[in-house]
């Protein structure tokens, strides 16, 4: 079973490092192949890789493909879609400190 | 994955007790509280050190037999962490590995392996996946 889906990070800081932590740790939870590329780059990378997710360092307004390929994909492509929607359960409360010093170095 | 139905551990080892500290506190915000850790860092007097009596401590504090990974920064914390694996004998001491990573990175690339189940080599080798870069 194969499924895919896009969508467009609003994240403010991007795919950063816990959104990042968070969007592996999900991808972990499937037994299916799980892949994403950005910008229509054709060059897919494994979402459960911290390391690699980490360093797209994909910024707000990445257009961010997602495909899944086994057991569940359906599943899991929609629930790490919406992981990205919900801006990784980041929207609302106090900034997170690894975000301020984010903030802070790209101002 | 690792089938002992337990997570790998972390330790992280620091010349300075507030970096072991700040490092596990990034750990356990970024990552969450499902992997086995620990920290050490500093001397008795309260100054800059490690002590390879502290590091067993916190080895064993977090050892199951998925194993556990070491972070350290500099020279001394390695060689007294290479001394207290030593110490636990075999065959304990070949479920514990020191990783060649940077320790703040490397503590969080490889908690947030562990937390997945992976093996105590998956979680090494995430670690180490950052060294080239």
Known sequence: MVAQTDIVITHRVGLHARPSVKFTKLAKTFDCKIEVSVNDTDKWIDAKSIVKIMGMKAPAGTQLHIRADGAAADEAVAALHGLVERDFDERQGAVPADEKIADANSA | ?133
């Open chain 2, 1 to 133: 994955m690792s089938d002992t139905g337990q997570n790998v551990g972390i330790v992280i080892v620091s010349h300075s007790p507030m970096v072991a500290e700040g490092t596990a506190q990034m750990v356990r915000q970024m990552v969450g509280g499902e992997v086995p850790l620990a920290w050490c860092g500093g001397d008795l007097d309260g100054g800059l050190g490690t002590s390879v009596e502290a590091i067993s401590n916190a080895i064993n504090s977090v050892w199951s037999e998925a194993g556990v990974a070491v972070l350290v920064d500099l020279g001394g914390a390695e060689t007294n962490s290479e001394m207290a694996i030593e110490f636990m004998g075999a065959p304990k001491r070949d479920t514990i590995v020191i990783c060649n990573a940077p320790i703040v990175e490397g503590a969080v690339m490889a908690a947030t392996e562990a937390s997945g189940g992976a093996s105590l080599g998956e979680v090494v080798a995430t670690a180490q996946e950052l060294s080239p870069l």
